[in-house]
């Protein structure tokens, strides 16, 4: 089984598979309204066999990564799956005839490095501390979500961004409905827990896969993999203002290279 609590002593109220689920079918049912107003339109996804394999792809690539975060540290999981921009790149050059110019390239080199700074912190031995089952889980989803980027951006060429994004959320609730029949287990939320995973569901997955793919339909794949690691910077920025940690140098030094690409 999983541990109940993580490495600094916290509580994990959910498994890895049982997270997966809910997060993205509360996810898909908040998005519903979407469907509705697109009207006949809004089933055109389920009934291509494109969409669903890419719905199936992300909830392989959604276990896969909750599974790594359960085995190994943060910083070495924000580092792992933010690799995906080369992968992107060379999708995107292969599969989708995206030209790459030098600027180009250096932006996804100036991006992976501010990233490995944002991740260790300056500091490499902080990535001793993962576990090399978690860290192949992590870096496998990144991958698989390196592919969905580019499929998502083949399949934006016949499906609206926007019903595309949630009927694809509601696929992918299917197989992660079954992976947490056979392998999750209990659900023990407080309240404190349901208001957590009811923003990660309509906020942090919701909207934020809403704006991306309608995004992703105006620029290449590679720059919107890109943009994706201002994430990194989103979450370095908050632990200054919520958690207390320290502004430092090599913050804002990172930031600036993921800003800057």
Known sequence: GFPRYD?????????????????????????????????????????????????????????LLHIGMALTTAS??????????????????WILRESLGPRQVAGVGLSLAGVVLLATGGDPT???????TGDAFVFTSAILAAVSIVYTKRLLE????????????????LPLAASMFFLGGPVALVPTDWAVMLWLAGVATLLAVLLWTFGLGGTGATVSSLLLTV?????ASLSVVLLGELLTLVFVVGGAMILGS
């Open 231 to 235: 994430q990194v910077i989103v979450a």
């Open 76 to 93: 070495k999981t924000s580092l792992l799956i933010n690799v995906n921009i080369a992968f992107v790149a060379i999708l995107s050059v």
């Open 126 to 132: 902080s990535l001793r501390g993962g576990e090399a």
């Open 158 to 173: 016949r499906h609206h961004a926007l019903t595309l994004a949630v009927s694809v959320l509601l696929m992918a609730s």
């Open 7 to 63: 490495r600094l002593g916290r509580r994990n109220p959910l498994d890895p598979f049982t997270m997966g689920f809910m997060r993205v079918a509360l996810a898909g049912l908040f998005g519903l309204p979407v469907l509705a107003w697109a009207g006949r339109r809004g089933l055109a996804g389920f009934l291509d066999k494109d969409v669903w394999i890419l719905a199936f792809l992300n909830a392989f690539a959604v276990t």
